[in-house]
């Protein structure tokens, strides 16, 4: 067993503000459920979204209406919301 050092935080860290103002929906950029690879699509949603004045997000639509959200966070970053 390995010994914890350190402190650890309390309360509920601060989530970052969503901006729902700039919505880049995957399909938007040729996307779609019956492709081999929407790797492409995907990256140039991305791309679209973290060249956008304030951020984005992109939006993933999943088959059955339910979508994943990928936001561009400060950084680089990308966090997934489902």
């Not at 390995?2 to 309390?10: F, N």
């Not at 509920?12 to 459920?33: C, D, K, Q, R, S």
């Not at 699509?41 to 993933?60: D, F, L």
Request: glycine share 14%.
């Amino acid at each position: 067993m390995g010994i914890l050092v350190g402190t650890v935080a309390s309360g509920t860290p601060t989530l970052p503000n969503i901006n729902t103002n700039n919505v880049f929906n995957v399909t938007a950029y040729g996307a779609a459920t019956g492709n081999s690879d929407n790797a492409a699509y995907i990256q140039a949603a991305i791309n679209a979204a973290a060249a956008a004045s304030g951020g984005g997000t992109v939006e993933v639509p999943a088959p059955g209406g339910r979508a994943d959200v990928l936001e561009h966070q400060e950084g680089g970053a990308l966090r997934v919301l489902s």
